[in-house]
């Protein structure tokens, strides 16, 4: 099974920064990464597909990046909206293991 | 509009059984895979299991192989989760989810149901 290792798992930060989460793979997965938003209660929330390919709906301050086995989640300024729990996930080969998760709270 | 809603979920003893369903609406349901995901209490996501829009291929977890069997009617536009053997560790919100590419084997899930919680508990 492909291992998702995000980091960091904590990230204070304020409004208006700008930040980047990191997601690794354990092997090769091309770009059949996606970057999801989860808020305490709910389901999570797609953002990026395909590693940098925005859902219809997200703001463009979302961007994802990388290729291979590194990717990497960049909010570019962040507002309060943003301050959840953030999930990487493989879709290259089933399992499609996601990510331990990085909580973005506020600094 | 899309619309995934589980059912299902309960308090359930150790060794016991419990069948979850997802009803789903606003798209046509035979053409994408669809996927179970869980999330323990103050835990992170696990993918649980998979399957592909005719239903002809499944997968699942390691944590649940031989013991969780998904399946799909499309007639009635609806995706089961068949849990056996439950045990403590299987006690999660269980969520549906929607691939977000027809006919792809290879999918992201662009929608969610609400979730429904199983307690697996004497």
């Known amino acids: 099974d492909i291992q998702m290792t995000q980091s960091p798992s904590t990230l204070s930060a304020s409004v208006g920064d700008r930040v980047t989460i990191t997601c690794r793979a354990s092997?090769?997965?091309?770009?059949?990464l996606a970057w999801y938003q989860q808020k305490p209660g709910k389901a999570p929330n797609l953002l990026i597909y395909k590693a940098s390919s925005l859902e219809s709906g997200v703001p463009s301050r979302f961007s994802g990046s990388g290729s291979g086995t590194e990717f990497t989640l960049t909010i570019s300024s962040l507002q309060p909206d943003d301050f959840a729990t953030y999930y990487c996930?493989?879709?290259?080969?089933?399992?499609?293991?996601f990510g331990q998760g990085t909580k973005l709270e506020i600094k | 509009e899309v619309q995934l809603v589980e059912s299902g979920g309960g308090l359930v003893q150790p060794g016991g059984s419990l069948r979850l369903s997802c009803a789903a609406s606003?798209?046509?349901?035979?053409?994408?895979?669809m996927s179970w995901v869980r999330q323990a209490p103050g835990k992170g996501l696990e993918w649980v299991s998979g399957i592909v829009g005719s239903g002809g291929s499944t997968y699942y977890a390691d944590s649940v192989k031989g013991r969780f069997t998904i399946s799909r009617d499309n007639s009635k536009n609806t995706v089961y989760l068949q849990m056996n053997s439950l045990r403590a560790e299987d006690t999660a919100v269980y969520y549906c989810?929607?691939?977000?590419?027809?006919?792809?084997?290879?999918?992201?899930?662009?929608?969610w149901g609400q979730g429904t919680l199983v307690t697996v508990s004497s």
């Open positions: 092997q090769s997965i091309s770009s059949w």
């Open positions: 606003g798209f046509t349901f035979s053409s994408y895979a």
């Open positions: 996930q493989q879709y290259n080969s089933y399992p499609h293991t």
């Open positions: 989810a929607k691939g977000g590419i027809p006919a792809a084997a290879r999918i992201s899930f662009d929608y």
